[in-house]
């Protein structure tokens, strides 16, 4: 396997997550945003989309991190991310979305920097657009934590799943971002607790040979 990130890239910390607890082992290709590498001939040869992560096996080139997630677990399934029942898989599937959709593409770097760029937003309003729907996203989600009474220390129930790789690095995002996290506990408490865990510590950002 050979997986192409950058070490901040909340897509690539959820894949990096996932297959960490799936325990698979990967050559980790860095691809520098900072820089835009993800923009060059090289890289769109890849990724016409000119985005990470992408993760190459078997002959396979597979993009957009949901659907490298699934293919994971329907590939390798020693290890399951989805709960047995489907009312759970639903669950665990919704909360996800709630994240990877609603709340990361919207704060993600190339909208900022179009922001930054292109409309000439200042950084103290780049702020508060990050903070309005990080804040929006996690208000939500914090109801459905606490509501969830047969929760244990995960998203869903007593073990990682997507939820969890799809959380952790959006926390990481909000901290970044000066977010106050103290409205949400449930959330707070879920990431560290992942946090614990190797797979997770292994996926952190600053753990990854492109962090500086």
Known sequence: M?????????????????????????????????????LQPEF??????????????????LFQSPAIIEWLEETYTDTPLLPEDSFGRMRVRALSALVGCDIHPINNRRILQYLRKDLSVDEK???????????????????????????????????????DCYLVPQVYSARRFNVDLTPYPNIVAVDEHCRSLEAFIKAEPENQSDAF
């Open 44 to 61: 769109k040869a890849i990724n016409p989309q000119g985005l990470v992560p992408v993760l190459e096996v078997d002959g396979l080139r």
């Open 125 to 163: 309003e780049v702020q508060a657009w990050c903070h309005r729907w990080i804040n929006d996203g996690f208000t939500a989600l914090e109801k459905h934590l606490a509501e969830d009474k047969e929760r244990g220390d995960f998203c869903y129930g007593n073990k990682p799943t997507f939820a």
């Open 2 to 38: 050979k997986l192409y990130g950058y070490f901040r890239s909340g897509t690539s910390h959820r894949l990096r997550i996932a297959l960490n607890l799936k325990g698979l082992e990967y050559e980790y290709i860095p691809v520098n945003l900072f820089k835009e590498q993800h």
